[in-house]
């Protein structure tokens, strides 16, 4: 069953969301396994995020790579919103 993650991150601009998109792919989570959907919104000059994960446990391994480097940019770390996936549409 797929989980939708919305972050709403304090500090996170764009200029450190590109940072945080350019330390993951050199790192080799740019595209992590189990994500199958990421969108980076922004309002008010701050970057959220909503994912699409195949498993809380897939999230939680990629946290373990994502956590430092928004601790490195001084990104405050929020607990996400956490849904079950219950329909998904493109186009």
Known sequence: M???????H???TPEKY???IKQLE??????PKGRTLHVALESDGAIQIFDIWESQQDFEAFGG????V???????????????VHNVIKG
């Open 10 to 12: 304090e500090g996170f």
């Open 65 to 68: 790579t994502l956590k430092p």
């Open 26 to 31: 050199s790192a080799g989570a740019g595209s």
């Open 2 to 8: 797929a989980l939708g993650f919305y972050f709403a």
């Open 18 to 20: 590109a940072s945080a």
């Open 70 to 84: 928004l601790a490195e940019l001084g990104v405050a770390l929020n607990d996400p919103m956490v849904a079950t």
